[in-house]
């Protein structure tokens, strides 16, 4: 089981950075690739980006790619999302996740994590 707790979201404008973290819990986080997806208002949820267990690989969907950074530290059992140059598109629910195996393009799917946090609300006004 993996628990995880989203925080650091918050209203910002345009241009500005924001750090998201994903707080978890469990013996077995460093398994786990963690992802970040996000659901902006009246569409369907996206992805924004994963990094595997070791933290060797990470994927970025290609709206956030040169401006988002996701990282993780295992000993503290958390990922972080740097957010920089944030545009009034970015807005929306972010979601952490925890996928139990995923390398490539299978990181990018939502149907691959079986763990969620509740979702932290970035609004970027322009």
């Known amino acids: 089981q993996v628990q995880l707790v989203e925080s650091g979201g918050g209203l910002v404008q345009a241009g500005d950075s924001l750090r998201l973290s994903c707080a978890a819990s469990?013996?077995?986080?460093?398994?786990?690739?963690m992802g970040w997806f996000r659901q902006p208002p009246g569409k369907e949820r996206e992805f924004v980006a994963a990094?595997?267990?070791?933290?060797?690989?990470?994927y970025y969907g290609d709206s956030v790619k040169g401006r988002f950074t996701i990282s993780r530290d295992n000993a503290k059992n958390t990922v972080l999302l740097q957010m920089n140059s944030l545009k009034a598109e970015d807005t929306a629910v972010y979601y952490c996740?925890?996928?139990?195996?995923?390398?490539?393009?299978?990181?990018?799917?939502?149907?691959?994590?079986?763990?969620w946090g509740q979702g932290t609300q970035v609004t970027v006004s322009s």
């Open positions: 996740a925890a996928n139990p195996a995923c390398s490539g393009y299978g990181c990018y799917r939502p149907g691959g994590y079986d763990y």
């Open positions: 469990g013996r077995t986080f460093s398994r786990y690739a």
């Open positions: 990094i595997r267990w070791s933290g060797g690989s990470t």
